[in-house]
């Protein structure tokens, strides 16, 4: 069994006092606070000059990327340099790109659709895309699709007049006929079809 | 006590932000010398907190509440400068627990002993998820209550109340492991 000094909650407990009762030192405190300060009033006068003053304003990883040689080469003004160091401190892939340039290997930022998807999830959307697409195209071929060659129904009987329409004009048709594209009947004539294209 | 220098406010940023600083600067300090345990990582989280604020866009919202914010930007900031060095070689704990707890010693053996505890704990902060060892350090170092955190990370009490607890397991089982049980 545990004893008191040896259980795990009882030390928990007396670590995280430890480290409430660690103060540091008021004098580092107050030199560090200065030091701070001076640091940002500094960078303060020069920052509207190296961040807005051009069109590269610094707001994505890809611009800070952009200032990594010349931040090695120690070449940036301090501001954007102090500003290269903040977002290096925060930005684990940044700062992999830093590591990378200091030992020869350039680290690029890949593009959106690569980093977004894994090669077995490219091939998974062109299959469903392809599904998809193929799908869409079967339920609207009545649409899509040319009608086929042939015609297109039989007359059944003719009361009054029947005309098929074409360029040379209008020729007159009679039951049992084959019907193409158009054929028109005037006023107070009637003609029954028979569909092709119909099971009965 | 000594001022740190006034060199006035920041041009093209509103006073505000000078009086945050004077403000708020020890407690941010020390927040972030609670996780890094090394006064030049608390002087980094200093300037990397306010250094933010400088750079914030003049649109930005005002700040409700300033020290809230700061609290956890300190937090935040000191959790990702510890994350992202490599991990230290961790210290078996079993060589220095012998007398801890054990009376308010403070010969070298006693302070080398507290030293290695703190150092075990921040070790074991760090390789927390960054959500649970926010709000473990913000309740157990910066003192806030469930339901505080709950309202600045916008949290149900109940989240808070569970990942504390599941928190201190992790902690205590890290504890354990060290010391050879089981």
């Not at chain 1, 049992?176 to 003609?191: H, I, V």
């Amino acid at each position: 069994m545990n004893t008191r000094k040896n259980n795990p909650d009882h030390i928990l407990d007396q670590a995280i006092a430890e480290i409430r009762a660690e103060e540091m030192d008021q004098a580092a405190v107050e030199q560090a606070a200065a030091r701070v300060w001076a640091r940002l009033s500094q960078a303060s006068h020069s920052l509207p000059q190296a961040v807005h003053s051009s069109d590269d304003v610094l707001r994505t990883c890809a611009d800070f990327r952009a200032l990594i040689p010349a931040y090695r080469a120690k070449q940036l003004p301090d501001a954007q340099a102090w500003l290269v160091e903040d977002h290096i401190h925060g930005c684990p892939a940044c700062r992999s790109a830093l590591e990378a340039a200091q030992s020869g290997n350039v680290v690029g930022l890949k593009p959106v659709a690569q980093r977004i998807l894994a090669p077995q999830w490219k091939w998974a959307v062109a299959a469903a895309l392809a599904v998809g697409v193929g799908m869409g195209a079967w339920q609207m071929r009545d649409t899509l699709l040319p009608a086929p060659g042939g015609p297109r129904g039989v007359v059944q009987s003719v009361t009054g007049s029947l005309f098929r329409v074409s360029d040379t004009g209008g020729d007159t048709l009679a039951a049992g006929m084959e019907l193409g594209e158009s054929f028109r009947s005037p006023a107070g004539s009637a003609a029954p079809l028979f569909a092709c294209n119909a099971e009965a | 006590m000594n001022q740190p220098p006034r060199p006035g406010p920041f041009p093209g940023q509103p006073a505000e932000l000078e009086e945050l600083f004077q403000a708020h600067h020890v407690s941010v300090l020390r927040a972030a010398y609670r996780i890094t345990g090394n006064a030049t990582d608390a002087e980094d989280v200093l300037q990397t907190v306010f250094a933010r604020l400088l750079r914030r866009p003049s649109d930005f919202p005002v700040m409700e509440n300033a020290a809230a914010y700061l609290h956890r930007s300190a937090v935040n900031a000191a959790l990702d400068l510890v994350r992202g060095r490599q991990q230290d070689k961790s210290v078996p704990l079993d060589a220095h627990i012998s007398h801890l707890a054990e009376g308010p010693a403070a010969g070298p053996d006693r302070q080398q002993e507290v030293r290695e505890l703190r150092d075990f704990l921040r070790r074991a902060i760090r390789r927390l998820a960054p959500r649970a060892a926010e709000i473990f350090s913000l309740h157990y170092f910066e003192g806030y209550s469930n339901a505080q955190i709950a309202s600045v990370l916008d949290l149900s009490r109940a989240g808070v109340a569970v990942t504390l607890h599941r928190t201190r397991a992790r902690l205590q089982e890290e504890i354990r492991s060290f010391m050879g049980e089981e």
